[in-house]
């Protein structure tokens, strides 16, 4: 699955795209505090903790063994 979610809790672009991602995050300032909390709510629930360190644990286990 993929980390960032368009829109949502990041922005995504391709080449090209990038000038109109900035111009929008520069004249949307509430909705870049919006998509940080959304963004940091994610990373905690999806990246840390037990779950998170058990699927790097069998990662590990999987490339060494």
């Known amino acids: 699955k993929k980390a960032i979610k368009d ?6 672009a391709n080449p090209g795209e990038w000038y109109g991602k900035l111009e929008y995050l520069y ?5 870049n505090k919006k998509i940080a909390k959304v963004a940091r709510e ?3 629930k999806h ?9 790097i644990e069998e990662a590990y286990d999987y490339f060494t063994n």
Do not use: I, M, Q, S
């Open 27 to 31: 004249k949307h300032p509430e909705d």
């Open 42 to 44: 994610d990373a905690v």
């Open 7 to 12: 829109g949502k809790n990041g922005y995504l």
């Open 47 to 55: 990246y840390y903790g037990d779950e998170f360190r058990k699927e």
